[in-house]
């Protein structure tokens, strides 16, 4: 299915590289930009991420048959409930948001009337923040989650499907409570240990004497520090759980050092090694 007119709101890393892709690949006809900065998406729009550019929201959307909402979570929630009211009868509805339990709960308990709305999160990104960090090759062999319920339309799944499969990522289809707890353990956990373990070295005076390793593993922690915070706290009963089970493990690991178990650390560490080389060997990264 080709959509006839995108808009995106919040023309980011995210939302800009998904208009670059889109555009590239001729899976939308037109794309308008919308957001609060009128500097960045004249940028956008010089940059040519997309063809034409609205500050106001429900004039972004009248006329697109798909409305992608990049902005975080929060937000997001008070921005459908503003367009909704403007979008055309029968336009698909997703997101690209980390959390999807909260706001899928918020958005179908809205007045959706025929608007068909379905959760997304492409699991992809960079440290980089804004529409010149956008480029159309970001989701090529990245994974993206949509998130249907009992009330989703299955031809919105379908097109939605097409979409992020036509800009080259691979798309799981899995419920959101599931989704949220999947990317506590793998990204919303590792920010936070990122961000703790460079604000321990900090507090250590040991900076000055890293190298790459400690480069290498902190490199989240100069992603936006604003976005992340709203991430903690959107996902906070599966951040919450995830953290109870890495400091179990962490216990475990802790115990191993202290009563000097070298066949427990050499365990875990061959265990950890071993799935991560399998997961690289996987996306095409060894």
């Not at 500050?55 to 409305?67: I, K, M, N, P, Y």
């Not at 709960?105 to 379905?118: K, P, W």
Request: hydrophobic share 40%.
């Amino acid at each position: 299915m080709k959509f006839q007119q995108m808009t995106v709101i919040g023309v980011g890393l995210i939302g800009g590289s998904l208009a670059r892709a889109a555009r590239e690949k001729g899976l939308v006809a037109r794309v308008v930009g919308a957001g609060r900065s009128r500097e960045n998406l004249e940028k956008a729009l010089s940059l040519g991420v997309v063809d034409r550019i609205e500050t106001d929201h429900r004039e972004a959307v009248r006329g697109s048959d798909l409305v992608v909402v990049c902005t975080p979570v929060q937000a997001a929630v008070d921005i459908v409930r503003n367009i909704l009211p403007a979008m055309e009868q029968n336009a698909v509805l997703t997101d690209v948001g980390s959390v999807k339990g909260p706001f899928v709960r918020a958005i179908e308990e809205m007045d959706l009337d025929t608007i068909r709305f379905v959760g997304g999160h492409p699991i992809a990104g960079t440290e980089h923040s804004g529409v010149e960090a956008s480029f159309s090759t970001l989701y090529e062999n990245h994974r993206t989650i949509l998130t249907p319920t009992a009330s989703s339309s299955p031809e919105a799944v379908e097109a939605l499907k097409a979409l992020w499969e036509g800009v080259g990522a691979h798309v799981d289809i899995i419920e959101p409570e599931r989704h949220d707890r999947i990317l506590a353990d793998i990204s919303h956990l590792p920010h936070l240990v990122a961000y703790a373990l460079v604000n321990m070295a900090l507090d250590g005076g040991g900076v000055p004497y890293a190298a790459g390793g400690f480069r290498d593993f902190t490199r989240i922690a100069s992603s936006n520090p604003e976005m992340w915070r709203d991430i903690s706290l959107d996902n906070r009963e599966a951040l919450l759980d995830s953290l109870t089970a890495f400091e179990e493990t962490l216990a475990d690991l802790r115990r191993a050092v202290e009563v000097r178990d070298g066949e427990a650390l050499e365990t875990a560490y061959r265990r950890a090694k071993k799935g991560r080389d399998d997961w690289l060997r996987e996306k095409g990264w060894s």
